[in-house]
């Protein structure tokens, strides 16, 4: 079965994308999760809050990079709303009438420096085409950020590739790789020095807010690695496996 992938860049100065099980420091993945691609393939597109997953919701996703620098940022929140302007002002008004006190707490972020990831996307119908469209032409909708609005995101089309899906064996793969759906050669991967991170991402997000997870291995110098598996899709010498 062939697919159509438009991959493109997707970078930035800072990223964060918000562990779930973080508590008062926000920790971040450090790479942007199917459901992030998601959701940035919606903006791409228009989509509102929570249309993606309905619309695009069987996007398959590939994700390559390599492991960004962190650093902690400490970000000001308040936790009460200022009080609404008053209907009517007069010339003579001084600022800071009816006011009431701040409240605000300081939390520690963990935020990616320079992060730069080459992404995969294949879209049902006629999704796809659009967003060839809009990639190659710089005409996103809304602004694309890297997990956080204020942390703004540049995309930059590369090609758009058709792959076929790969027989069981062993595949050398680019990217992101499903736990569940390999077998590891433990001694190529010493043989290769290769470095590997064990993650666990979110994968889908339903319409009420509800993530399901799923287990990955990321080489994190964004070398290939061999592997035993039926779920690779190809094209000439690269092969690739979906979120």
């Not at 420091?25 to 393939?41: E, F, K, Q, S």
């Not at 890297?146 to 540049?154: H, N, P, T």
């Not at 077998?183 to 997000?205: F, G, N, Q, W």
Request: proline share 7%; aromatic share 10%; glycine share 6%.
């Amino acid at each position: 079965m062939a697919e159509s992938i438009v991959r493109f860049w997707l970078k930035g100065k800072f990223a964060h994308f918000l562990k779930a099980e973080s508590g008062v420091t926000a920790l971040t993945y450090p790479v942007p999760p199917r459901t992030v691609i998601m959701g940035l393939v919606g903006a791409i597109l228009g989509l509102e809050k929570d249309e993606p997953q309905q619309r695009i919701g069987s996007i398959k996703v590939i994700v390559e990079g390599t492991l960004p620098v962190t650093h902690w940022h400490k970000v000001k929140l308040r936790k009460d709303p200022p009080n609404a302007l008053p209907y009517s002002i007069t010339s003579r008004q001084q600022g800071g009438e009816n006011t009431k006190p701040e409240k605000a707490t300081l939390i520690r972020q963990e935020w990616l420096f320079n992060p730069q990831y080459i992404i995969g996307v294949a879209l049902p119908p006629p999704y796809q085409d659009e967003l060839e469209k809009r990639l190659q032409n710089r005409q996103w909708h809304y602004t694309p950020c890297l997990g956080l609005s204020e942390l703004l995101a540049d995309l930059e089309y590369i090609e758009t590739v058709t792959v076929e899906k790969l027989p069981y064996g062993i595949h050398n793969i680019q990217g992101m790789i499903r736990q569940d759906q390999v077998k590891l050669d433990i001694t190529a991967m010493y043989e290769d020095s290769l470095s590997i991170h064990m993650l666990r991402l979110p994968r889908a997000v339903t319409s009420d807010r509800v993530f399901s997870h799923a287990p990955y291995f990321f080489e994190t110098r964004g070398r290939k690695v061999k592997l035993e598996t039926d779920a690779a899709y190809g094209e000439g010498e690269r092969a690739w496996m979906f979120l």
